[in-house]
């Protein structure tokens, strides 16, 4: 049973294309060659089909998960605006706009947040 995946990788793909090869032109030198060949081509494919689906979990996985931590927050800053706008008084956001747009053009108004 330890022995299955050499055959099935190895041994069964050497001996049929061994036989092919010595069947069409009575040689097993490009029999062992191909054989090697597909051999090698096993052997990447058995090594890159596991980390490519080991990449798409992650992505398929982590992507929806942010995007779904992203509607969330959305949603939720949208659902609490009216109560964030309540509890910010309009003088406050008057001043740190005053602030803000101060950063702009210097000079006009010196220290807003003295105010």
Known sequence: MALFPFWFLFWI???????????????????????AGIFAVVLALSIAIPVVAVVLAITLAVVPLAFAVAAVSM????????????????????????????LDEPGEVEDPWRE
Not at 25 to 32: K, L, M, P, Q, T
Not at 81 to 100: D, E, H, Q, V
Request: glycine share 6%; charged share 20%; no cysteine.
């Open 13 to 35: 793909p050497n001996v049929v294309i061994r036989s092919v090869m010595e069947a069409m032109w009575g040689s097993v030198y490009g029999a062992a060659g191909t054989a």
């Open 75 to 102: 949603v939720f800053a949208v659902l609490t605006w009216p109560l964030r706008r309540a509890l910010w008084s309009y003088n406050r956001r008057r001043s740190w706009k005053r602030w803000f747009y101060a």
